[in-house]
Each structure stands twice: as C-alpha cells, then as structure tokens.
C-alpha cells in the first residue's frame, strides 16, 4: 500500500474553478482498481492552497492512474489556473516526488 499526497497553489482567484474541474476526476479515480481512498482538501485561510491525499494499492496501480484520459484531462484544465504543483509518493521505504 502506498499514500500520495499531492500539493497544488492555484493562481489567486481560481481556487474554485480548479475545484470544479478535480470533480469528474474524483469521481472517476474513485472507481478505479487500487484506489482506496481520493480526497481533495483546500486549506483554512489560504484558499489557493489544496492537497489530494491519496491511498492506493500498490505503485502500479498508481501508474495505471496516471495514464488515464481523466487525468489528463484534469492535468490540461487546471494548466493555466494552477502556479505550483508537487506530488510525492509515501512508499514504507522512501519517499518518491514525481
């Protein structure tokens, strides 16, 4: 089992619009094989900070994630309305950031 915490800033003012487009994508994710958990958190006080925590089965089924349409999708919605992104990979033995 692995976790993924991903960290996104999005430009001030387009919280809400990144918002709206993580809402098919966490429908979508939440049905496929391996994903245990998928949730998007926006932090108090800073709205244009927001945090995916993520729990998946294993690395591959991560990668499976990471190939599918409604990710890439999301990735070109939020292109222009997002100013810094980082994901990192929690495995029992390292950290892995992609």
């Keep these: 089992m692995i976790y993924v ?3 996104l800033k999005a430009h001030p003012g387009k919280a809400a619009d990144v918002l709206a487009a993580a809402q098919p994508l966490i429908a ?3 049905a496929e094989e391996g994903c245990i958990t998928y949730e998007l958190y926006q ?3 800073e709205p244009e900070r927001l945090v995916f925590v993520e729990n ?3 690395r591959e089924a991560l990668q499976a994630h990471f ?4 990710i890439a999708a999301f990735s070109k919605a939020i292109a222009e309305l997002v100013a810094e992104s980082r ?3 929690v495995h029992p033995e390292k950290v892995e950031v992609v």
């Design 5 to 7: 915490i991903a960290y």
């Design 28 to 30: 979508e994710t939440r």
């Design 43 to 45: 932090k108090p006080g």
């Design 56 to 58: 998946w089965s294993s």
């Design 67 to 70: 190939e599918t349409a409604h």
């Design 87 to 89: 994901v990192e990979v």
